[in-house]
């Protein structure tokens, strides 16, 4: 139920409490839902984490796609003061221009982003991610099974965090070749697990506080027909092993869902009612810093209890 997950985030949060350091032997972890630029709203949700000071009461992070991206810039502190990329329309119009569709280049540049933007134009601390206690779980499909894989065990310096960033959001066609790691190719991590429910229940998780990028009246539907039809030629050629998995994501989506429902110790937050639809590749300025905002202002509904109780059992 929610209310063991946040008594547990109020008794670590009291302790002070820190990974390697703990008095209960749960495992909390954090799921951050990507979608592309649906990824503002799990952006957010990961500042009001931050700006409450709840993320040394997590074990681990674990990530898809943009959430994994937004999950790094928790991880080192940088949430609420990267913010604005998400609005800026230099950095996201050179993210995402679908005029290079027609050059035949990718729509979503993850080059640029993860080593230029992430490096020289709003610096990304990856050593704080490499040093981080909480581990730092991102998720990508591999390309030839199309299985869901944790690249946590991969990452070993700030290049091979970076690959990771980089195949985790490697959406099909949209953001080019596949990423290759360690001489396996890998694609988006929303071709096999959009919330990666299943390989942290996998990995122990007893607890579990879900950042969600779709409200509670949307869900995934099956590839269209148009989308059959210019992806499959793709999966042929680059992802073989992944156009099945694919094609079932609805049935994938569904699983997840039902996963993070009949979990006993879970909590979902998510985009509210009436808030915005965002498309894989919107772009507009002030339609993504509402997304930013409102995703906040829904973590901080949630979590804010669990600092208001900490506050009242501070000592004076």
Not at 84 to 112: C, K, N, S, Y
Not at 271 to 294: F, H, N, Q, Y
Not at 302 to 307: A, H, K, Q, T, Y
């Amino acid at each position: 139920m929610t209310a063991t997950v946040l008594q547990l985030l109020r008794d670590r949060k009291q302790q002070g409490s820190a990974p390697g350091n703990r008095s209960d032997d749960a495992r909390l972890v954090l799921l951050v839902e990507g979608g592309s630029s649906r990824g503002a709203y799990s952006s957010g949700m990961t500042i009001a984490i931050e700006q409450l000071g709840l993320l040394p009461m997590f074990d681990a992070v674990y990530g898809s796609s943009a959430g994994a991206l937004n999950a790094a810039w928790l991880l080192c502190g940088r949430a609420e003061s990267s913010m604005h990329a998400w609005w800026d329309p230099i950095i996201m119009r050179t993210t995402i221009d679908p005029r290079r569709a027609l050059l035949r280049r990718p729509v979503v540049d993850t080059r640029f982003l993860v080593h230029t933007v992430y490096t020289e134009i709003l610096p990304m601390g990856f050593q704080e991610i490499l040093d981080s206690t909480v581990e730092f779980h991102p998720i990508a499909t591999d390309a030839l099974t199309g299985q869901a894989v944790d690249l946590h065990e991969q990452i070993r310096d700030q290049a091979s965090l970076q690959a990771a960033l980089r195949a985790s959001s490697a959406m099909p066609l949209l953001a080019g070749e596949p990423i290759e790691i360690d001489g396996r190719p890998f694609v988006d991590a929303g071709v096999s697990e959009a919330i990666p429910v299943r390989t942290a229940l996998a990995q122990r998780a007893t607890h579990v506080v879900a950042l969600r990028t779709r409200r509670i009246d949307e869900t995934a539907s099956a590839p269209s027909r148009g989308e059959r039809l210019l992806l499959s030629r793709w999966f042929a050629r680059r992802a073989p092993g992944a156009r099945e998995t694919w094609l079932r994501r609805e049935a994938i989506r569904a699983e997840e869902e039902g996963l993070l429902a009949s979990h006993p110790a879970t909590l979902q937050i998510r985009p509210p009612m009436g808030s915005a639809k965002i498309g894989r590749t919107e772009r507009r300025p002030d339609l993504l810093r509402a997304a930013v905002d409102t995703g906040r202002q829904a973590a901080l509904n949630e979590l804010r209890c669990v600092e208001d109780a900490s506050m009242r059992f501070a000592p004076r």
